[in-house]
């Protein structure tokens, strides 16, 4: 039975937990800017890896490791350990190696490639034990701290789907930390595919052919025949076209194109019938040009949501309200996936604001943080305490 007493308790905490972690700036900050200036692009994490590993060994977690697939694990045994909590945060980030990842500190600001995604989400695995121990919060429960590799674009999640087919302890509930935006409560994640379609063209190379020739004419027309596709409005349903590539220079026809697109709805089924749409005009292309046009699923996720009345995220949104934090309620395409696919009771938090994500000058604001940890440890705490478990 959930300790209401308890409950009461550390909700009335959590206002002193924000103005107590003050005193940890720099230690925190210091770190968020070591992990954002490690380039980790995704199935190259091994640097940022190992810095998380060093700092769980200063931190003196136990069953330190590093899987098949990279991922870091530390384990911060509970007082009776009769439950474990998996505390998860990506560590791969869109920026290749070669990209200046120096961050530059402000007074109220970090800012450069990959400090919000997912450089701050990191630092709370770093900080959070010291964090914990600077409040003299002691959980029951163990803490799984993952840093998951693998997980952007074509890593489709593998690190976190890997260390769950694998792991010995049974997770009771998962937390995913991104860094940005605070506020954010995922609680579902959508149906998604991600993909890319690639043409192949034969380039004329006489006068009366050559306007008519190349790869650009070809994808336009898929282009255009995916953006008359329909799409409710509820169940909420997109087609995203990321980006297209085609060509060097003025007077040349490519003889390759490429488009990165995804699709993503709420409704069972529809991103399987959009994409069999999409391969129809795939085909079609094939069967009336002298292309070579191809699809590549590169990315998936199920539909799935442990619901908005579910006792996890009312406890969230009751220490949102404490801290004054307007809850923004969206869905998840990212590590929650994996975890909601295993039928484990999970959200995705935010730990500060910030701007310009997936920008050279993606930014973070330094103050909203310690309302971000503040919110951690409190949830923590509630799902501690079984009050989360919707056990009345």
Known sequence: MPDWTEHDSILRSVPQYRDKLKSMKERILADAVMLGEIPAPTFGEEPIVRFLKDRFTENALDAISTDEVGNAIGLLPGRTGNRSILVAAHVDKIWESGVDHTVTVTANRLKGPGVADNAMGVTALT???????????????????????????????????????????????????????????SYSSLGMIRGEISIESQVGTDWESWSLSGAIPCM???????????????????????????????SSPPDHALLRFEVRSEEPGMVARIRGRIEEFVDQINAEHQTRAGIQIIARRRPGSIGFSHPLVKGT????????????????????????????????????????????????????????????????????????????
């Open 317 to 392: 949104r009751e220490v949102m309200a404490r801290l004054g934090i307007q809850p923004t309620v969206a869905p998840s395409i990212s590590e929650l996936a994996a975890l909601l696919d295993k039928d484990i009771p999970s959200l995705t938090l935010g730990i500060t604001t910030g701007s310009n994500k997936h920008n050279f000058n993606e930014s973070i604001e330094i103050e909203p943080m310690y309302a971000g940890f503040a919110q951690l440890v409190a949830v923590l705490q509630l799902i501690d305490k079984g009050i989360c478990d919707g056990n009345d």
């Open 220 to 250: 336009n027309w898929i282009i255009q025949q995916i953006l008359s596709i329909e799409t409710p409005e509820v169940p909420k349903t997109s087609i995203i076209l990321g980006s297209v590539q085609a060509g060097t220079t003025y």
């Open 127 to 185: 900080a959070l034990p010291n964090i914990l121990e600077s409040l003299g919060v002691k959980l029951d429960a163990n803490l799984i701290f993952l840093g998951a590799s693998r997980s952007m674009g074509r890593g489709d999640l593998e690190g976190l789907r890997f260390f769950l087919n694998h792991c010995q302890h049974p997770i009771h509930t998962g937390v995913c930390l991104e860094g940005v935006q605070l506020g954010r409560l």
